[in-house]
């Protein structure tokens, strides 16, 4: 693939929005130093673009610790300074409204489980698209949908105790609905710029030929991108092969709900992290033999195995340090996927907090491998360019470096990985409490299904992936 069809599939592309913490929390304002200049280095040197946007996570937190309407008035003072330097230096912000976390108030009175946390989301959207509407190039309402509803509420993968199962699954419909309102009310505050969300984008690949592994795929697909986007595209929320909603089966719908979780998107972001390789729950014991698994991937399947699918590592695919398998096309499936199920309903998409962050592609020194590193990206960037280039609608390409969310690495992408290197001994962290205690979709578990499965942890063998 030459430079110059790369550079015609991705003109007009947004390149890199930076990311940054809570602007609302001391210190003041990031400057063009620190992180934000390690950032714009590392993808000028990576992809030869600076970029000339900054996007920050607002706080929600600490703008209104004490309830609504009860700001605090040096947090927004602390806001406004950051966007007025921001536009100083000559970029354009970016505001993330929701990062996870609620206010205190809120969580205490049952945070996504219950309805009006909603409502009070719309109206804190609402004061800020008064108060900083005129300088806001770019809204985005949420970084992840998943992350607080159907991994926290559902799960249990984030706070101990909180994961119930499906009954949680009211979570995800409060925080669509919520985004819905929060859309409407950034608009009727005279918010310029563009408004959307971020999902996590799930893709990957049959574990065989097995008709069986193919559906045990589009279940994985239809519990994690459907499960938010049959909502917000569609006006209807996800429906199983029972002919059963499983959030509509939580009483949390009212009339009228749908109406405002469909209102429609200027973008919506894609956050992409690695692809999976799916199988049929009565498959499993044959495609991940007892010699070549993780103890955590056996606490993941036996929860997913209740929704009729399980995971299993790549056969014969090299892995990051945290046992994410390299198939730099796998990227460009997923959207082409999306594309295919949902075509001209999609919004402008942007891909959110992907890259090449990987602390293997550092040396002894401190220094990235950038020539690997630069190859890596090259080869996904140039599968997405191809989507792109038959008219998948991309606006933009947000560059997650080395330096970002290193907790989440450390801490969730290692424990939850595919895989682990051979040279490396496998992460131990505490299982969640809710995972421990087991079932937290207490769905039933076929029979043998992961009984044969030893929790003896070995690497697969590190094979190189050819670039397209």
């Given at each position: 693939m030459s430079d110059g069809f790369l550079y015609e599939s991705f003109r007009g592309v947004d390149w890199g929005v930076a990311t940054a913490d809570t602007i609302a929390a001391p210190p003041p304002p990031p400057e063009r130093g620190g992180h934000f200049r390690q950032w714009t280095d590392d993808v000028r040197q990576l992809v030869g673009v600076t970029p000339d946007a900054h996007r920050m996570v607002v706080g929600w937190p600490r703008l209104q610790p004490d309830g609504p309407g009860a700001w605090d008035r040096q947090a927004l003072d602390r806001c406004d300074r950051a966007l007025d330097s921001l536009l100083e230096l000559g970029l354009k912000p970016g505001l993330t409204l929701l990062d996870r976390s609620l206010p205190p108030w809120l969580e205490a009175s049952g945070g996504w489980l219950a309805r009006d946390t909603a409502e009070h989301f719309a109206a804190f959207a609402a004061e800020l698209g008064r108060r900083f509407g005129d300088r806001v190039t770019r809204w985005n309402t949420s970084t992840d949908l998943a992350g607080p509803t159907l991994a926290d509420h559902v799960a249990g993968m984030y706070t101990p105790g909180r994961g119930i199962g499906r009954a949680g699954l009211s979570t995800v419909h409060h925080i669509l609905l919520a985004n819905g309102l929060a859309t409407q009310a950034l608009r009727a505050a005279g918010a310029g710029g563009r408004i959307g969300t971020t999902v996590t984008l799930v893709g990957g690949y049959p574990a065989t030929d097995d008709p069986f592994d193919r559906l045990a795929l589009e279940r994985l697909e239809s519990w994690t991108n459907r499960l938010f986007l049959d909502p917000m595209l569609l006006g209807e929320h996800m429906v199983t092969e029972d002919d059963v909603s499983p959030v509509e089966a939580t009483g949390c719908v009212h009339p009228g709900d749908l109406e405002i979780i469909v209102t429609a998107q200027d973008m919506l972001g894609l956050s992409w992290h690695t692809p999976f390789r799916v199988t049929a729950p009565e498959n499993l014991p044959h495609v991940l033999p007892a010699d070549k698994c993780l103890g955590t991937l056996n606490e993941v399947n036996r929860l997913l195995v209740g929704l009729?699918?399980?995971?299993?590592?790549?056969?014969?695919?090299?892995?990051?340090?945290?046992?994410?398998?390299?198939?730099?096309?796998?990227?460009?499936?997923?959207?082409?996927?999306?594309?295919?199920?949902?075509?001209?309903?999609?919004?402008?998409?942007?891909?959110?907090?992907?890259?090449?962050?990987?602390?293997?592609?550092?040396?002894?020194?401190?220094?990235?491998?950038?020539?690997?590193?630069?190859?890596?990206?090259?080869?996904?960037?140039?599968?997405?360019?191809?989507?792109?280039?038959?008219?998948?609608?991309?606006?933009?390409?947000?560059?997650?470096s080395v330096l970002d969310n290193l907790e989440a690495k450390f801490r969730y992408t290692r424990l939850y990985a595919m895989a682990v290197p051979d040279h490396e001994p496998p992460p131990r962290p505490p299982m969640p409490s809710d995972w421990v205690r087991g079932g937290a979709f207490a769905g039933p578990v076929p029979s043998g299904a992961v009984a044969s499965l030893t929790l003896v942890p070995t690497g697969p063998r590190a094979q190189s992936v050819g670039a397209p």
């Amino acid at each position: 693939m030459s430079d110059g069809f790369l550079y015609e599939s991705f003109r007009g592309v947004d390149w890199g929005v930076a990311t940054a913490d809570t602007i609302a929390a001391p210190p003041p304002p990031p400057e063009r130093g620190g992180h934000f200049r390690q950032w714009t280095d590392d993808v000028r040197q990576l992809v030869g673009v600076t970029p000339d946007a900054h996007r920050m996570v607002v706080g929600w937190p600490r703008l209104q610790p004490d309830g609504p309407g009860a700001w605090d008035r040096q947090a927004l003072d602390r806001c406004d300074r950051a966007l007025d330097s921001l536009l100083e230096l000559g970029l354009k912000p970016g505001l993330t409204l929701l990062d996870r976390s609620l206010p205190p108030w809120l969580e205490a009175s049952g945070g996504w489980l219950a309805r009006d946390t909603a409502e009070h989301f719309a109206a804190f959207a609402a004061e800020l698209g008064r108060r900083f509407g005129d300088r806001v190039t770019r809204w985005n309402t949420s970084t992840d949908l998943a992350g607080p509803t159907l991994a926290d509420h559902v799960a249990g993968m984030y706070t101990p105790g909180r994961g119930i199962g499906r009954a949680g699954l009211s979570t995800v419909h409060h925080i669509l609905l919520a985004n819905g309102l929060a859309t409407q009310a950034l608009r009727a505050a005279g918010a310029g710029g563009r408004i959307g969300t971020t999902v996590t984008l799930v893709g990957g690949y049959p574990a065989t030929d097995d008709p069986f592994d193919r559906l045990a795929l589009e279940r994985l697909e239809s519990w994690t991108n459907r499960l938010f986007l049959d909502p917000m595209l569609l006006g209807e929320h996800m429906v199983t092969e029972d002919d059963v909603s499983p959030v509509e089966a939580t009483g949390c719908v009212h009339p009228g709900d749908l109406e405002i979780i469909v209102t429609a998107q200027d973008m919506l972001g894609l956050s992409w992290h690695t692809p999976f390789r799916v199988t049929a729950p009565e498959n499993l014991p044959h495609v991940l033999p007892a010699d070549k698994c993780l103890g955590t991937l056996n606490e993941v399947n036996r929860l997913l195995v209740g929704l009729g699918f399980a995971i299993t590592p790549f056969d014969d695919v090299e892995t990051t340090a945290y046992g994410w398998p390299l198939i730099p096309e796998a990227l460009a499936d997923a959207v082409a996927d999306l594309h295919d199920l949902y075509g001209e309903l999609l919004p402008p998409l942007s891909i959110i907090d992907n890259g090449m962050g990987d602390l293997d592609l550092v040396d002894e020194t401190g220094h990235s491998d950038d020539t690997r590193r630069r190859a890596l990206l090259r080869a996904r960037l140039t599968w997405l360019g191809r989507v792109i280039a038959r008219g998948v609608p991309v606006c933009g390409y947000e560059y997650w470096s080395v330096l970002d969310n290193l907790e989440a690495k450390f801490r969730y992408t290692r424990l939850y990985a595919m895989a682990v290197p051979d040279h490396e001994p496998p992460p131990r962290p505490p299982m969640p409490s809710d995972w421990v205690r087991g079932g937290a979709f207490a769905g039933p578990v076929p029979s043998g299904a992961v009984a044969s499965l030893t929790l003896v942890p070995t690497g697969p063998r590190a094979q190189s992936v050819g670039a397209p």
